[in-house]
């Protein structure tokens, strides 16, 4: 049964249409390399530069937030350009806990795994930082800052800026005298009841 499938399809191939030229033309297309000569254009470059006013497509994607912790004057911004909420903060947490804690720890004093095994110079604690302008830590997430690489591609700028307000709440917290906690929140601190 299976022989004579098989020799109907063989049968049946030769009536194929398509001509191995097809196959050749797909594989050797004209184009035209990066930094190539072109005889085409009148200035002999192949590569062209996008008709005017035309955006990338990568723009389109962009947040209506700064991507940088400067203003366009140059000032260096003061104030979190987006509504703190609990939702904020949460992401803020969560982005600070995957990408910053494994160098400077969970509390942000610098005290992790990684700072314990680094045989450079271990991350410093980001409380040592407290009171820089909030563009200041946003310019050192997107641009790195001495042996820290730059977190752009990992971290959307409303991620950045959301690290940004959880590191503010984590370096306020850390200073705060527990006096100054809530009763309940008080007593868990110092061990009564949790």
């Known amino acids: 049964m299976r022989a004579g ?12 249409t398509c001509s191995t030229d097809v196959f050749q033309r797909m594989e050797a297309q004209p184009k035209y390399l990066p930094y190539q000569e072109s005889g085409l254009f009148e200035d ?3 590569m062209r530069a996008p008709p005017e006013g035309t955006v990338p497509r990568e723009v389109l994607k962009r947040s209506p937030l700064p991507a940088g912790g400067k203003t366009p004057e140059g000032a260096v911004i003061t104030r979190i350009p ?33 700072a314990r095994n680094m045989s450079v110079r271990p991350p410093p604690s980001l409380h040592d930082f407290a009171g820089k302008p909030v563009g200041w ?8 800052y ?8 990992e971290l959307s700028t409303e ?8 590191l503010l709440a984590l370096q306020r917290s850390q200073r705060t005298p527990l006096e100054q906690a809530p009763p309940e929140a008080r007593a868990r601190l110092s061990g009564g009841t949790r």
Do not use: N
């Open 5 to 16: 499938i098989l020799a109907a399809a063989l049968a049946l191939l030769p009536g194929c």
């Open 44 to 46: 002999g470059r192949a």
């Open 82 to 114: 987006l509504a703190v909420t609990a939702e904020v903060m949460a992401r803020g947490q969560k982005r600070f806990d995957i990408y910053c804690a494994t160098c400077h720890g969970l509390l942000g004093d610098g005290d992790s795994m990684v």
């Open 137 to 144: 830590y946003f310019d050192v997430i997107t641009q790195g």
């Open 146 to 153: 001495g042996l820290m690489p730059s977190y752009r591609q």
């Open 159 to 166: 991620d950045r800026w959301a690290v940004v307000a959880y």
